[in-house]
């Protein structure tokens, strides 16, 4: 395949930092838009620096096109050995294949960066915001509303910062961390370009009663010393509402008791469990016939709870 210098198009050095990169880029996108550029190979020159930038905009495809070295902008090229099996399927074969192609190809993070629409236009920019809900948002699924500021460009391809208002719908089971894409709801493509999308990175706000692992629960559980000795049947809260959960005769502090598909829905159906976490709780204050049937209990059993440090 034949070798394009994308830093000589652009006209910056190799080490050229992201920021000098995009300063680059809006100047020729600017000088060359076949709107209203006179130059003669506008739009041809126009697609090449859409086509720069495109790659070395995006951290990936910029290290794999670094991979490639310096070479004369013609020259007949192929990758080095292993780069197909690192930068994915798109370079495992290389005759006939376009260097813009073969960038297009690379499967970038998460589907973003790719460089141009069939048309030949620039993409429009991709967008990433967090999102915090509630662990009973997650249960049930929830809308949230975005105050974005995404970059269009007008009818001279000059690039400029407009508000845009993106609802969404947050399916019940999202997982904290989770991200989710919302195609088309970016930037504004430019010359045929399609749209860029967002990105929501969703994050669980700490509750009151729960913590949350993936899509199970823990919820810490009080227990008097003598309904942990006998048994107990105790009700906890869940995120459907109160259950009943049986507290066996001899449970001990730390146990867990699992309560199962009583967590967060999972995306494929089904749920995560609901773990209850035993803590023995002391009175604070002891009354009179209280003490007394302690003082009864203790003279009478012969449990050693130290006997293994002895």
Known sequence: MKFKDYYAILGVERGATEAEIKKAYRRLAHKYHPDVSKEKDAEARFKEVAEAYATLKDAEK??????????????????????????????????????????????????RGRPRGASGGV??????????????????????????????????G???????????RIPKGVADGQVLRLPGQGGKGAHGGRDGDVYLAVALRPH????????????????????AALGATVKIPTLAGSVNLKVPAGTRAGHHLRLAGRGLPTPRGG??????????????????????LVEELAAASTFNPRRHLE
């Open 271 to 292: 749920a995560g469990d609901l773990y209850a976490i035993v803590q023995i709780a002391m009175p604070a204050e002891l009354s009179a016939r209280e003490r007394s």
């Open 158 to 168: 000059v690039p400029r910062r407009v508000p845009r208002h993106v609802k969404a």
């Open 123 to 156: 993409r429009g920019e991709d967008y990433e915001a967090r999102v915090a809900i509630t662990v009973e948002e997650a249960f049930h699924g929830t809308e949230v509303s975005l105050d974005l500021a995404t970059t269009e460009f007008d009818e001279h």
């Open 208 to 227: 009151r009663l729960y913590r949350v692992s993936d899509h199970d629960l823990f919820l810490d559980l009080p227990v008097t010393p003598w309904e």
């Open 62 to 111: 910029r290290a794999a096109y670094d991979q490639l070295g310096p070479h004369r902008p013609g020259e007949e090229i192929r990758p080095p050995p292993g780069w197909g099996t690192q930068f994915g399927e798109a370079g495992s074969v290389f005759e006939d294949v376009d260097l813009a192609d073969l960038f297009a190809g690379l499967a970038g993070h998460r589907g």
